[in-house]
């Protein structure tokens, strides 16, 4: 069954162009917004539907990086109009249509906002009231040879809690779970599990497990959606496998003791390339528990063959760069293509733990999830000194500054090699795009982030990827009061 959703709507005609209006059509156009800022508006799309009309031909358009859209030569009369999305979609939740009125020669307007994540939340979890913090984690399991959904199968998940004992002031690490059962359709639900920490997820059917894969749940997403799938016919007991407290305890560092080595007929393919575009050869890369491994070549490619169908766990490792694990979807005798994007940290012994609350908390989170981007901390520009913003760019791989001063721009390396006529990366200053380099000096900066290829940018940036993409986040005014001063500042320290 499908949930609905309620979605604000908002109709507005507008002045009527000559030419619509001597002909029987109207125009429509208008925005998707959307609350959570890890998703794209461009995956969303807007239908209509003709009330009136014999035909039943559904108009469907998508809107652009910004959610504007538009839709002309519309034949006048009513019309029944849905959004959906690919998250909306995965969940089997659905938005109610609205109908509007296409007025001859004339625009109407219709805007839609689509569900928070604690709408989400709690439309998934209908009937329960989960207190703040808490998450949820929903999608389907699949058998992989048949791709058939796997009927009382069951995901569990794991955990690490601390808290502070109140008795002893000492740190206490407890590991937590939970288990729910797939529906008849494979459907799954697990409601209340925290936020922003990593939950390990196993998919376990009839004596047998599947690989373990890690998500995340922030709070403002609210729900996660992680379909997964496994091959009951090769895969070995679950008592073989790595068990989820295993991996836990291993602070989800890779580990390759007692791996097992396990064969089937899936093929992985893809490129492995470094932030500056380039290919990196001599990369090792294997599945998780398979028996085959093997290395990228010269142009960065790899192949990897006779591998277990279902979600495993893709492993890429370099000297110099950090681990990646990713989750890929096999199946038997197809072949998948999937493209790893590695980030070299040129200051590994530099890094430190600070247990203090920062109060730049969308930057902070960024840093934690995005393994895609560099970042640069408060106290790493104040480390540096430098006189320019472009100097910050320094440790930062990827990009090339050109100019000095006003004149100064910034362009990914990967964007000069792929659209030459690349002239400036796209600078965005607490949420506001349309900045250049050096607005600012670097004492005003509380951090950066940078992401020079454009395939691998956070969704909110599509469409203005194409030249890199720079993320400034300003310092906070200072609380003190300022002392007396000849002339008046600026609020910055």
């Not at 097992?260 to 007929?265: K, R, S, W």
């Not at 670097?442 to 720079?470: H, L, N």
Request: hydrophobic share 40%; net charge neutral.
């Amino acid at each position: 069954m499908r949930i609905l959703l309620i979605a604000a709507t908002v109709g507005v005609p507008l002045l009527p162009p000559t030419l619509a209006a001597q002909q029987r059509v109207g125009a429509l156009q208008g925005s998707v917004r959307e609350k959570i800022d890890s998703r794209s508006l461009r995956a969303a799309s807007v239908s209509l539907v003709p009330v009136e009309s014999e035909s039943s031909r559904t108009i469907s358009v998508r809107p652009d990086a910004k959610g504007q859209f538009h839709v002309d030569a519309l034949p006048a009369g009513r019309y029944l109009v849905q959004v959906s999305s690919p998250t909306l979609d995965s969940l089997e939740m659905s938005l109610p249509a609205e109908q509007l009125e296409i007025e001859p020669g004339r625009t109407s307007r219709f805007d839609f906002t689509l569900p928070s994540g604690s709408g989400l939340r709690d439309a998934v979890c209908h009937g329960l009231k989960l207190e703040e913090g808490k998450a949820a984690v929903a999608g389907r399991v699949i058998n992989a040879d048949t791709d058939r959904p796997l009927a009382g199968a069951d995901v569990v998940a794991a955990w690490v809690h601390n808290f502070i004992d109140k008795k002893t002031l000492n740190i206490v690490t407890q590991l937590r779970g939970a288990s729910v059962r797939a529906g008849p359709n494979g459907e799954y639900r697990m409601c209340g599990v925290p936020s922003g920490v990593t939950l390990s997820l196993q998919l376990q059917y009839e004596g047998r497990a599947g690989a373990v894969v890690r998500v995340a749940v922030s709070e403002d997403d609210g729900v996660a959606v992680r379909d997964l799938s496994m091959s009951p016919s090769t895969l070995p007991p679950a008592s073989a496998l790595d068990s989820v407290a295993r991996v836990l305890s291993v602070d989800g560092r890779d580990s390759t003791r007692e791996e097992l080595q396990l064969v089937g007929t899936a093929t992985i393919s893809g490129e492995v390339r470094a932030l500056t575009g380039e290919p990196l050869p001599e990369v090792e890369v294997r599945v998780r528990d398979a028996r085959n491994t093997t290395v990228t070549d010269s142009t960065g490619k790899y192949t990897l063959t006779g591998l277990p169908a279902g979600t495993q766990l893709l492993v890429v490792r370099k000297l110099g760069y950090p681990l990646v694990e990713a989750p890929v979807e096999l199946r038997p005798a197809k072949s998948v293509t999937r493209d790893v994007l590695l980030r070299r940290n040129p200051v590994l012994d530099t890094m430190r733990v600070v247990g203090t609350r920062t109060e730049y908390t969308e930057f902070e989170r960024n840093r934690r999830t995005n393994v895609n981007g560099q970042f640069l901390t408060l106290e790493e520009i104040d480390k540096m000194r430098a006189d320019d913003v472009a100097d910050l760019f320094i440790d930062i791989l990827g990009f090339s500054v050109f100019g000095k001063g006003s004149q100064a721009r910034i362009v990914s390396n990967a964007a000069l090699a792929r659209h030459p006529e690349c002239r400036n990366a796209t600078i965005v200053v607490n949420g506001s795009p349309g900045w250049t380099l050096n607005n600012f000096h670097p004492s005003q900066i509380a951090g950066i982030e940078a992401y020079a290829d454009e395939t691998f940018v956070p969704a909110r940036y599509e469409g203005e990827s194409k030249c890199g993409v720079i993320v400034i986040w300003m310092r906070k005014p200072d609380k003190k009061p300022m002392a007396p001063m000849g002339l008046s500042g600026n609020g910055y320290p």
